[in-house]
């Protein structure tokens, strides 16, 4: 297609678990919105597969924001396991 040009636009993928905030501070640029889901998913299953702490996912997730600091997505690892996401203690 000449002359469509794609725009890449950049989504942060803040990481909480328990009561610890760890900012993204370099994000990942995405082609397509629709995509952001398919990539925290993905960021998931690849965190879970390489840490050897099973039970400690039960209250992470994943809070998404796009370069305007807007919440795009919360994302529980829970979710993604297929389990029901238990309250996170900040937000009660």
Same mark, same amino acid.
């Given at each position: 297609?000449?002359? %469509?040009?794609?725009?890449?636009?950049?989504?942060?993928? @803040?990481?909480? /678990?328990? %009561? /610890?905030?760890? %900012?993204?501070e370099?994000?990942?640029?995405?082609?397509? *919105?629709?995509? =952001? @889901?398919? @990539? +925290? /998913? $993905?960021?998931v299953?690849?965190?879970?597969?390489? /840490?050897? +702490?099973p039970?400690t996912?039960?209250?992470? +997730?994943f +809070?998404?924001?796009?370069?305007? @600091?807007?919440?795009?997505?919360?994302?529980s690892?829970?979710? =993604?396991? $297929?389990q029901?996401p238990? *309250?996170? *203690?900040?937000?009660?």
């Open positions: 297609m000449i002359g %469509r040009k794609i725009v890449m636009a950049r989504y942060f993928f @803040h990481f909480q /678990t328990g %009561r /610890t905030f760890t %900012r993204d370099e994000g990942v640029e995405i082609t397509d *919105p629709a995509h =952001v @889901h398919a @990539h +925290a /998913t $993905g960021l299953r690849r965190l879970i597969a390489e /840490t050897d +702490a039970g996912w039960a209250r992470s +997730a +809070a998404i924001m796009d370069c305007e @600091h807007r919440l795009i997505l919360h994302l690892f829970a979710s =993604v396991l $297929g029901r238990r *309250p996170h *203690p900040l937000l009660h």
